[in-house]
């Protein structure tokens, strides 16, 4: 179910899902990263199945160009921030970024299990990259390729459960080949629009000691007013 809320300056009603996917495809666009970039819309058009099956590799590296499905999980995965009933499986897999997430696959006996190890791990280093860590410019290529490795083992552990590839599987796969790219688009979304995901960098100490200390005076206020 989708989460509303209501935006404190303008008071207008609206769902995580759309404020996300509103602020990151915004984010593509002037980043110049536009979605779909290089996809061949015709490209198995008029062709007929000997062509194809001798042409499958390109095929395949086209489709995985496309990625309107990219920005449904990126969509999706922002607003289960704010949903606490998805964190009890974030703790259940979750490592620190200098653990191996692999360890913790090879332990669980069940394949659909070890995908989630990895999706959940490779979800992480994604935000955590993207979004919350602001020494990640000085790290190097290091974290960007163990996010992208995370989510392509997601890919290859989800094609043993089905047998094959499935549309989440791409999914999968497409974030691990452009892991650096989508991380770099988080960025840019978080520098460059002024909202929840950034304010920590915006107030003062001054400002939060002052807006814990209003807290406090309501708080107190409303437990006066109550009925004994």
């Given amino acids: 179910m989708a989460e509303k809320f209501i935006h404190v300056d303008t008071s207008d ?3 995580t899902e759309s404020f996300f996917s509103d602020r990151f495809l915004r984010a593509r666009i002037e980043s110049g990263r536009p979605s779909n970039e290089g996809y061949d819309l015709i490209l198995e058009e008029g062709r007929d199945v000997e062509w194809q099956e001798a042409h499958w590799k390109e095929i395949k590296d086209n489709q995985l160009k496309y990625d309107e499905d990219v920005n449904q999980y990126i969509t999706l995965t922002l607003s289960d921030l704010v949903k606490p009933q998805s964190q009890a499986l974030t703790n259940k897999y979750l490592v620190s970024m200098e653990a191996d997430a692999g360890q913790l696959a090879v332990d669980e006996c069940e394949r659909s299990k070890k995908f989630v190890a990895y999706r959940v791990n490779a979800d992480f280093f994604l935000l955590s990259l993207g979004l919350f860590r602001s020494d990640t410019n000085i790290l190097g290529d290091a974290y960007i390729d163990k996010g992208g490795y995370y989510y392509s083992s997601a890919a290859s552990s989800l094609k043993e459960v089905f047998g094959g590839r499935s549309a989440l599987s791409d999914t999968m796969e497409k974030l691990s080949r452009q892991f650096g790219k989508y991380v770099e688009i988080l960025r840019y979304m978080k520098n460059s629009d002024d909202n929840f995901l950034s304010f920590h960098f915006k107030f ?7 807006l814990e200390r209003t807290l406090t005076e309501e708080s107190d206020q409303r437990k006066k007013s109550r009925p004994n």
Avoid at 204 to 210: A, L, R
């Fill in 13 to 15: 009603v609206e769902t």
């Fill in 204 to 210: 003062t100490k001054p400002e939060i000691e002052t």
